[in-house]
């Protein structure tokens, strides 16, 4: 029979992530530090908004663009936050997840050979969406001597005539890197003048530990260059309700929904009326969540360190993406030997990029009992293979 798949898919990568963890499946007392998923249930005012939704028989469509209320109360939670107004008739689009807004705005923006801009390590769904879309990825590779962080000369290097956009994801996952207000305008400087759009994925901006977190939209000049992503998954601990949002410039908004009105229709009512809630009356749960988070990061990070697993402090999010060096193994051998010996599943590094074959990728959104367990295994496994 002749291959009928498009080339684009026959050679599209499978998750790095996802390929992984078909190994976990069906194995016992396993610490998985891998999924990158709260811990923490959704907060209880959130579910009980949603049971009353569907007693209330709210089981339809919605707009498009998703329930009105919903668009409002971002655009007001946005508007008292940041003291910037979004428009939530035209500027306003709510998807499942930012993994679709994402999908959305390149499908929206690029044509054949145009350049999008993106930071390794990254998100696994990056670069695929884009090939997806006919684009090419300009890879600027960042280090772990720098903090992960992305250089402003190194943006003004990559770009080109061809670059339609760039893809900023603070705080980041895999690394934790994020940014200051100070090194945003640095960014943003470099950015100034140049007729491209700048995608930030800030999903984990409300986890952020060590220094306010800033929009970039809200900086000078940028809120119409800038299409901003967020939802409710991470700090809301809302990962399996798939409610995300995009706000930016009503001509790309427009051109998403397009795309978003033939393909998912609308995202689910339920989690929508719930994400309402979460916005009116679950703030203070956040900052609960993200306390603990913080408590479990310091003493993560110690303790990799400690054993000798090389860490550097995650600003935000809540990974570690630490060197395994010490041991000479290569990102996967050490990962499936971990899994295997220890039982503790953990993320090669080169599932976030090709140059980062040092590294594994590790979620401390688990509770500290696992988390001082997992540090006993990895330390005694690292010990008995360190070069």
Partial sequence: MPKKISDKVQFLKPSGIREFFDLVIGMDDVISLGVGEPDFPTPWNIIESAIYSFESGYTSYTSNKGLFELRAEISKNIKKRYGIYYDPETEILITVGVSEASD??????????????????????????????????????????????????????????????????????????????????????????????????????????????????????????????????????????????????????????????????????????????????????????????????????EGLNEIGIKAHMPEGAFYSFASISKTGMDSKTFAKKLLHSEKVAVVPGTAFGSGYDGFIRMCYATNTDKLKEALLRIGRFVKKHAG
């Fill in 104 to 301: 959305l705005a390149m499908r929206a923006l690029l044509n054949k050979g145009d350049e999008v801009i993106i930071h390794e390590p990254c998100y696994v769904a990056y670069e695929p969406l884009i090939t997806l879309s006919d684009g090419k990825t300009v890879i600027i590779k960042t280090s772990a001597e720098n903090g992960f962080k992305l250089p402003a000369e190194d943006i003004r290097n990559s770009l080109s005539r061809k670059t339609k956009g760039m893809l900023l994801n603070y705080p980041c996952n895999p690394t934790g890197a994020s940014y200051t207000k100070k090194e945003l305008i640095a960014i943003s400087n470099e950015l100034k003048g140049r007729d491209i759009v700048i995608i930030t994925d800030e999903i984990y901006g409300d986890l952020t530990y060590d220094f306010e977190h800033t929009p970039l939209f809200t900086l000078p000049g940028m809120k119409e260059k800038t299409l901003y992503l967020n939802g409710f998954s991470k700090a809301y601990a809302m990962t399996g309700w798939r409610i995300g949002y995009a706000c930016g410039p009503e001509w790309l908004i427009s051109a998403m929904n397009k795309i978003h009105q033939y393909t998912m229709l609308c995202a689910p009512i339920t989690g929508q009326i719930a994400s309402i809630e979460a916005l009116k009356r679950s703030y203070n749960s956040v900052l609960e969540m993200k306390n603990e988070y913080r408590r479990r990061r310091n003493l993560f990070i």
